[in-house]
């Protein structure tokens, strides 16, 4: 049996999304600049793709930019907007627990004299409204904030965050990491207060390489690439069309049944807890109801190398992340578990299996089965002392 | 560009007596392996005690000179021009315009070196290289004779065409594959053992490689670098047969009857076992291991003492004398100091001890190893006969 518990880090693509993409590749291969027919034909894709994710989040088509993906659209968001509103300001607010596509892109703002407050989490990845509140500023031009934290699925409360920021100052843009939080909650960006927000395409099962940027209108940013002025100049670049259009397919998709799909997911996740809970020596980081993400659990298995039971896993056709690379390999040690502070014996020793709506009840059970067996076997040879 | 040809010259092998064709027929053979690999066609020759190259139209230059360098037996690599005998007056003309092209500062000292290999040539060599000489110092009036030490050495062959050459680029040396044997290599995903590998090798030993593979402690990636590390080495000594040896039960069934600090050095002595077992199937005459003395607690004297003891064949270990910086400077040079790096090897720490023996005592030893009697040969089997085997070229 194979189970495939790594949604978080990729998705299986959906047949309608590898249909579009096809079509766009074979017969509807234009350039979407092009003057004549072809481009055109390459252009109605966009569009299309477009018009979809616009409704999805009742925004205006125009304030989509395509990416390469999530880590494009967060550098975009930090880089462009702070560049564009360095005069407003050099101040910067993020959390502990940001990806790393948001936390480099941070070290490399601050070494260009931008001045960056990290703000710390509690036990559960939640940020600390009264802290974000102390950390505004006049001198502040953004904060960014993950929805749906990557690893252990806590989600931040974004409206009310929202909220302060604007009440302390107006001015301060708002953008929000949702590349795991998309697909998993109904997002309105223009009534959430959410000035930009980032979404990635193969975290939905749509294709990798694909993403966006939403960009509230009259919001000031810069480009971070330059070339034939596509996008508005935002984002040059020939249009990714396959991919432009694999991924408007799979946001359409995915919020078809929303709540039904939702309602799965909690309870798969639901059955899944309690069988974690079961098992010996088990801690699960972050809270399991509803006010964590559906789709992330992220557990820590006392005395067992989060990496050995993945591979033990893997040989059971079970797949999974390791929330933390073996320390002795000075792999860097997540930056998440550390900010919830989890203890230094679950550190290297926590796996994330992440779900998607593809999952079944039966891999949820075969998973918790083979984890039982497999823990016995592996803890027989611990490191003696 | 303007070389369509190289002259091989190989050192040692051309000393071998009765033997000497069958190190020829080696070199041409890996010279034709390595150039399988570049952008061109070629035709190799044996003529007379000197191995040809001559590209047959287009070729990357660059491509064929890194792959020339890398074929074991060749001691230098001359790209040369090859022009048919239309008298010497035409010679001294094609000569001149070498230097032209080549050397367009022309303001070097020289010596013109002509052998007369084809006897029916009107001049001796001694008249050649006068006449030449006399050309050059005409054409050029800023070059100078000297016979000593001169900065560039003009070559004139006189063969069945006229050859003429003026650089050596050397080679790797040793001898070419396949005229010493086998071996077989014991492989982990180190720095130390592609290095050795690649030492005996370079003795024109073919190579073959064993690795332990102890899943789910050691990943799938980790097989793919010990993979990847065998394909660099095989860019020297050709294809290497890779036997991948599950040896995860084995250490397990050792970490649960034996001494914890013992464990390093029982599973080597295994390890050795099985890899000589191997060997013995595969036709190798002899181990090769990246080992060093003293560089880590399994490999002091005594340590090599024990684990060498279970072993009939014997073992090479080329780097023995080697500090650990000197074997990267080779791994370094043969490139695969980088994928030796790669950083996904042991999650199986936690079978090594904290304290393991520096100092094994044999008899103690062989009495844990009584320890795993009931099943332990039974274990080999298996290893053995579900080992994985991938040719890496």
Redesign the interface.
Known sequence: MIAYLDNSATTKVLDSVQEIMVKTMVSDYGNPSSMHKKGVEAENYIKEARNCLAKVLKVEGKEIVFTSGGTEANNLALIGTAMANQRAGKHIITSCIEHPSITNGMNYLEKEGFEVTYLSVDKNGLINLEELKEAVRKDTILVSIMYVNNEIGAVEPIEEIAAIIKKKNPNVLFHVDAIQAFGKYRIYPKRMGIDLLSVSGHKIHGPKGSGFLYICSGVKIHPILFGGGQQNGIRSGTENVPAIAGLGKAAEEIYQNFETKIAYFYTLKAHFIEGIKKIEGTQIHGLTNQDSAPHIVSVGFLGIRSEVLLHALEEKGIFVSAGSACASNKTAVSATLKGIKVEQNYLDSTIRFSFSIFTTEEEIEYCLLTLQKTLEQLRRYTRKK | MLFKAFLIKYGEIGIKGKNRYLFEDALVRQIGFALKEVEGAFSISKEQGRIYIEADGEYDYEETIAALKRVFGIVGICPMIQIEDKGFENLAEEVVNYIKQIYPENQLTFKVHARRARKNFPMDSMTINKELGDRILKAFPMMRVDVHQPELNIYVEIRKQIHIYSETIPGCKGMPIGTNGKGMLLLSGGIDSPVAGWMVAKRGVEIEATYFHA??????RAKQKVIDLATLVARYAGPIKLHIVNFTDIQ?YI??QCP?EELTIIMRRYMMRIAERIAVESGALGLITGESIGQVASQTMQSLFATNEVCTMPVFRPVIGFDKLEIVDLALKIQTYETSIQ???D?C???V?KHPVTKPNLKLIKRSEEKLVEKIDEMIETAISTREIVICK
């Open positions: 899943p789910p402690y050691t990943s799938e397990l970490y649960d914890h950083p996904f090897e999650c720490t936690i079978f001890a």
